[in-house]
């Protein structure tokens, strides 16, 4: 499989995040095409990473069609040959969206990231440690960092462009999108999450916290949209060895996270970009990561055809 930093496809190119490219295909539909960009403490790095475009969109894909009858979604095809046939224009291109590219409904993205926290842990954990809060909120005393939270709190926040986004509470995410949006995303949320949990957990994965991402069509529909319960929209721990009290070991980019904690604490670099040259080894074991994340989820290894 061919690695790729950025996509070069004969659409208009609309957005380019830190691993996501966007394309406009019509009116209705888009194309989003997830490069194999990694990024660390809010810096992308400049190797790619192998196969993690694919991982990202076939675990959204495999998410989609377990929730399809829960709520709706703004997946049309993850398939290259589909994509190829329903988007003309992609004739020639398919070896370059092969396992990356998934066909998209069309929508206004809510500005909101819905945010739910199944245990309590990173960011929500050091306010908590520190102000006993969450966003400013008050939370139950004594709880353990990687604790279980039941029920899981809903933890809006804000989308940001650049840097971290920023947890909000969820009378100013009524403020931003109104009482009833803001209510039934919420809805969706927790019933996402409640299914997609449970069926990690039944294949040895705990879904600590993750992110979902809405839109609204122009009819009025609220479709679930981005990626889902992904290694970089979530953090999954694996069940065998939870224990509370601690940080967890995670199915994600840990090991290059570790590496380059360590050039930081001896001074080899400044947390900024331009970051260091990944050594080879690093760039193995967190795509290795990946992989085990997609083959412990679904339960078969990653096959990009």
Same mark, same amino acid.
């Given at each position: 499989?061919?690695?790729?930093?950025t996509s070069?496809?004969?659409?208009e190119?609309i957005?380019?995040g830190?691993?996501?490219?966007?394309y406009?295909?019509?009116?209705?539909?888009?194309?989003?095409?997830?490069?194999?960009?990694?990024s660390a403490?809010?810096?992308?790095?400049?190797?790619?990473i192998p196969q993690k475009g694919?991982?990202?969109?076939?675990?959204?894909?495999?998410w989609?069609?377990?929730?399809?009858?829960?709520?709706?979604?703004?997946?049309?095809s993850?398939?290259?040959?589909?994509?190829? !046939?329903?988007v003309? !224009?992609l004739?020639?291109h398919?070896d370059?969206?092969?396992?990356?590219?998934m066909?998209?409904?069309?929508?206004?993205?809510f500005?909101?990231?819905?945010?739910?926290?199944?245990?309590?842990?990173?960011? !929500?954990?050091?306010?908590?440690a520190k102000?006993?809060t969450?966003?400013?909120?008050t939370?139950?005393?004594?709880?353990?960092?990687?604790g279980?939270l039941?029920p899981?709190?809903f933890?809006?926040a804000?989308?940001a462009?650049?840097?971290?986004?920023e947890?909000?509470?969820?009378?100013?995410?009524?403020?931003?999108?109104?009482?009833?949006?803001? !209510?039934?995303l919420?809805?969706?949320?927790?019933l996402?999450?409640t299914?997609?949990?449970?069926v *990690?957990?039944k294949?040895g994965?705990?879904?600590?916290?993750?992110?979902?991402?809405f839109? +609204?069509t122009?009819?009025?529909?609220i479709?679930?949209?981005?990626?889902?319960?992904?290694?970089d929209?979530?953090r999954?721990?694996?069940?065998?060895?939870?224990?509370?009290g601690?940080?967890?070991p995670?199915f994600d980019k840990?090991?290059?996270r570790?590496?380059?904690?360590?050039e930081?604490h001896?001074g080899?670099?400044?947390?900024e970009?331009p970051?260091?040259?990944?050594? *080879?080894?690093?760039v193995?074991?967190?795509?290795? +990561?990946?992989?085990?994340a997609y083959r +412990?989820?679904?339960? *078969?290894?990653?096959?990009?055809?």
């Open positions: 499989m061919v690695l790729m930093t070069d496809l004969p659409l190119r957005a380019r830190k691993v996501r490219d966007v406009a295909v019509d009116g209705d539909r888009l194309l989003l095409v997830a490069t194999d960009r990694v403490y809010d810096v992308v790095m400049a190797e790619p694919a991982v990202l969109t076939q675990v959204s894909a495999w989609f069609r377990q929730l399809g009858d829960l709520v709706s979604h703004h997946m049309i993850a398939d290259a040959d589909e994509i190829v !046939a329903a003309p !224009a004739k020639g398919r370059e969206i092969a396992g990356r590219a066909l998209c409904k069309r929508g206004t993205v500005p909101i990231e819905c945010v739910v926290r199944g245990y309590i842990t990173g960011s !929500a954990w050091r306010e908590y102000t006993g969450l966003a400013g909120e939370l139950p005393a004594g709880l353990q960092e990687s279980r039941d899981p709190i933890s809006p804000t989308k462009e650049s840097g971290h986004d947890n909000i509470t969820i009378a100013q995410m009524k403020k931003v999108l109104g009482a009833d949006v803001t !209510a039934e919420e809805r969706l949320t927790r996402v999450y299914k997609g949990r449970d *990690a957990l294949q994965i705990i879904v600590a916290d993750t992110k979902f991402e839109g +609204r122009k009819s009025g529909e479709l679930l949209i981005d990626e889902v319960m992904t290694p929209s979530s999954f721990w694996p069940a065998d060895g939870y224990v509370p601690k940080p967890q995670s840990q090991p290059l570790n590496w380059l904690d360590v930081r001896a080899r670099w400044n947390g970009a970051p260091p040259r990944l050594p *080879a080894e690093v193995e074991a967190t795509s290795q +990561r990946y992989l085990e +412990r989820l679904t339960g *078969a290894d990653l096959v990009v055809s």
